[in-house]
């Protein structure tokens, strides 16, 4: 390899136009090169890209590869360790002081007990929005109240604050505020989730939260819980919604497939996961020198995973860049792999199918109410990839 190793020079920062669902052009070039590319970090620091599927999930599984916060060797200054709680950003035993005891709290068979209440939220939107009357924006009708009105009532957040909440979230989120904002939202959120921890602990409530109350977790750590759980349990599946139902529209033939065979809506949602990726890309620092694919990862070097390319890598699957819901190789990484593995996964999971299925019976005229280059997508920067609108419309 040597001399003729591929370089990615910089995170590209918009995807090729008329192709919103693909990784950018960049990054798919850098995989076609080989499995692993140099790469600077933004702060001038030199690093690895991982595009391959093998190498990623290799990665994630090596404890060789640290998670926590202030390793990140991508800037010329200290970064600080991640609060206590917010566990993504942290390696054992930390990692598992904070996880264990969510474990079963997120398990598959306590998600199926949520399927009622998922179904209940989900006609609730749908009745709004019928009742409305097209056009109508879908990100704000459909795919962000679900997922939050879940989160908020798993972790117990009263339904008045919702809103606000929401808010707080997205714009922390969604890759494009200033700096000041940025600091504002997620001040105005931990001082928000401090009252809330104090008031489970006052007078718990039948939610996770307030059992958590119950265990030797600190207050603080109370908050940087559930600081992960509501952002990742709503920003991501809001965006999965979204951007997976444009995907849907866009694929007439796939989306005609799943309207005429419902019990096809599990594997939909997982070649929805593996198509778009909306988390496209996680860090980890190697705390030793590793080989990998016929490279020396030195100790002390940030390496980018990028999930988008390695659920797309033609070495893993057929025809990786096209929407295929009859597709049988599964074993996709958007839910990550490894120790850090999506605690939420088998949540998100059940809110796809019941939202996507109960959108489509409902509404089987569904249509872009602009054309498809019109709809606002999210910046790179974001960290969850989406739509930020996406104006649908129907015959009433």
């Not at 398990?107 to 929005?129: F, K």
């Not at 033609?314 to 599964?330: K, N, S, V």
């Amino acid at each position: 390899m040597g001399e003729s190793l591929h370089t990615v020079t910089t995170l590209p920062t918009a995807r090729r136009p008329g192709c919103p669902f693909d990784p950018p052009a960049e990054l798919i070039d850098a995989r076609l090169h080989g499995p692993i590319s140099r790469y600077t970090h933004p702060g001038g620091k030199p690093g690895w890209m991982i595009t391959g599927y093998d190498l990623v999930r290799s990665v994630l599984a090596d404890p060789r590869f640290s998670s926590r916060k202030e390793l990140l060797n991508v800037v010329d200054f200290e970064i600080p360790p991640a609060p206590p709680g917010e566990f993504l950003l942290m390696d054992e035993p930390q990692h598992g002081r904070y996880r264990k005891p969510l474990v079963g709290k997120f398990t598959a068979r306590r998600m199926r007990l949520l399927t009622e209440r998922i179904e209940q939220i989900t006609t609730d939107c749908l009745d709004a929005m019928e009742k409305t009357g097209p056009p109508t924006d879908l990100v704000t009708a459909f795919a962000k109240p679900i997922p939050t009105i879940i989160i908020c009532e798993l972790l117990g957040v009263p339904y008045e604050d919702r809103d606000s909440f929401q808010e707080q979230i997205d714009s922390f989120m969604n890759g494009e505020p200033s700096e000041e904002e940025l600091i504002a939202a997620y001040t105005a959120t931990q001082q928000y989730l401090a009252e809330l921890v104090a008031a489970k602990r006052a007078n718990p409530t039948d939610d996770v939260l307030s059992e958590l109350t119950d265990s030797d977790l600190t207050d603080e750590e109370l908050k940087g819980i559930s600081l992960i759980l509501l952002a990742a349990g709503f920003d991501t599946t809001a965006n999965m919604l979204a951007l997976g139902t444009f995907a849907l529209l866009q694929n007439p033939a796939q989306l005609a497939a799943l309207r005429a065979d419902p019990a096809l809506a599990d594997r939909a949602v997982e070649e929805l996961l593996r198509y778009l990726s909306v988390a496209k890309t996680f860090m980890r620092t190697a705390l030793v020198d590793v080989e990998l694919g016929g490279q020396t990862i030195k100790a002390g070097t940030t390496v980018v995973l990028s999930y988008n390319t390695a659920n797309r890598d033609p070495e893993r699957f057929t025809d990786p860049h096209l929407l295929d819901l009859h597709r049988q190789d599964g074993g996709h990484l958007a839910f990550g792999h490894g120790t850090h593995l999506c605690l939420g996964q088998q949540l998100a999971r059940v809110e796809m199918r019941i939202a996507f299925s109960a959108l489509l019976n409902r509404f089987p005229t569904l249509r872009l109410a602009v054309p498809a280059e019109e709809v606002g997508l999210r910046p790179e920067t974001a960290d969850i990839y989406g739509v930020k609108s996406l104006p649908v419309t129907w015959d009433v």
